[in-house]
């Protein structure tokens, strides 16, 4: 049964079937340099664990190459076998591992406006895939989300581009909504290896689809940040027990101190072992100085008053030298005024500079996302992707396109 007839003219030709089960690497018969056009589109994204570094989601990545030996070919109606068709070998590196079953490739055959025969590769999985985490920002950052494609062939066999027509896409289903944001845009970026690097013709290429999402922090601002500022806060209640009962105000704030510690250690447990601070711990760490500073003046402002009062028993000129230096018996309770009033201070001022800078580093990223949002809706790419071409399955993994082509054509 003929296909009908489109508006642009088109030519018959019979259907045929690409059976890459066949191929093997000896049969690759082309050494030459070879483009493919790349792209990709995020359908569903389901979990991001930031923890263990991965996300789950369904991707659909899409890769076209010319195939001048196809129209020959389809146009002799000769069986498509694997071994006599250039096959770039793509894979995704950084899939960890696939849901069930839910791994299709499908081939699809076409001409383009221009005549020329291509080959359109299409790969749907869901899956798990890894990415590294950038967590300076944490708890407000901004984390990549990619899928990087390579070819088996080196690098100077193939040639990855960015498809200049087939605009990635997100229209994912997030199910994280409470705790991630996504951002519209997705890049495509390939990697040009270093030429004067050793054996730079070897190594191979790699291009990669990255969409972003922004974590939303109220969780953690209410469940660590106003935790901790409660516990450093509370330690300046030390300084309302009588001075000379210095085990009970060392005791407050150790107490206070420990609850920190264990605090920062539940807190570290929700992240991944990682080599630099991030925001958050940089707080914590802080706070706990802080809470180890307010324990010294306290022991200080005890040992100088026992000082005092041991040296007016050694000698009357002692006595007279301290007497000039410390005051009457009221100085214990100046020295008590001075750091409460002063460790206070230092703590809000603390509290209000960090907040400044927290707010000022993590916003410029978000800012730039932003802007790559705006530019994306500006170009149109928003818009739902254009219906696919029209197409015969021939095989349960294998789709190639039937076509028509004019008598007397190559």
């Known amino acids: 049964m003929e296909s009908p007839q489109p508006a642009q003219k088109r030519f018959s030709m019979k259907s045929c079937r690409y059976d890459r089960r066949k191929y093997s690497i000896a049969q690759q018969p082309s050494r030459e340099r070879r483009e493919v056009w ?8 389901d979990h991001i664990d930031t923890k263990r570094q991965e996300f789950k989601a369904e991707i659909l990545v899409q890769a076209e190459w010319h195939e001048p ?74 984390q990549d989300l990619s899928v990087t494609v390579t070819s088996e062939l080196p690098h100077e066999h193939i040639h990855l581009r960015p498809h200049p027509h087939n605009i990635p896409t997100l229209d994912a289903q997030f199910f994280q909504s409470q705790q991630w944001k996504l951002f519209q845009h997705v890049d495509i970026s390939p990697t040009i290896p270093d030429p004067k690097r050793p054996a730079a013709q ?89 809470l180890v500073a307010v324990a010294c003046l306290v022991s200080i ?35 008590d005024e001075f750091g409460f009033f002063g460790s206070a201070l230092c703590l809000v001022l603390y509290h209000i500079a960090y907040t400044a800078a927290f707010f000022i580093k ?22 739902p992707k254009p219906q696919s071409r029209r197409s015969t399955k021939l095989h349960s993994n294998i789709t190639v396109q039937s076509l028509d082509i004019p008598n007397g054509s190559a």
């Not at 790349?38 to 994204?45: V, W």
């Not at 996302?369 to 994306?376: E, G, H, L, P, V």
Request: a positive charge; aromatic letters at 10%.
């Open 362 to 383: 993590t916003s410029r990223r978000h800012r730039a996302m932003r802007a790559k949002d705006k530019i994306w809706r500006e170009n149109g790419h928003h818009l």
């Open 301 to 335: 402002i005890a040992a100088t008053e026992q000082n005092y009062h041991g040296i007016l028993k050694i000698s009357k000129r002692n006595a007279d030298i301290f007497q000039g230096v410390y005051g009457d018996g009221q100085a214990q309770q100046t020295w």
């Open 38 to 45: 790349f792209t990709s589109h995020f359908l569903k994204m």
């Open 69 to 142: 030996k196809l129209r020959e070919m389809m146009h002799e109606g000769e069986m498509v076998v694997a071994g006599e068709l250039w096959d770039p070998r793509l894979k995704i590196i950084n899939l960890v591992c696939v849901d069930g079953d839910r791994d299709l490739v499908e081939y699809e055959a076409f001409v383009d406006e221009h005549g020329n025969t291509k080959l359109l590769y299409n790969r749907r999985v869901r899956g798990t895939f890894h990415e590294r985490m950038e967590l300076e920002d944490f708890p407000r950052d901004v």
């Open 202 to 290: 070897y190594s191979l290429p790699l291009i990669s689809a990255t969409c972003r999402a922004a974590r939303k922090p109220m969780f953690y601002f209410w469940n660590n940040y106003l935790i901790m500022t409660c516990l450093v806060f509370l330690s300046l209640c030390a300084f309302a027990i009588n001075p000379d009962d210095v085990k009970y105000r060392l005791a407050t704030i150790l107490t206070c101190l420990l609850t920190a510690v264990a605090f920062k250690l539940s807190t570290a447990g929700s992240l991944p072992t990682i080599s630099y601070l991030t925001m958050l711990d940089i707080y914590m760490l802080t706070c706990m100085l802080m």
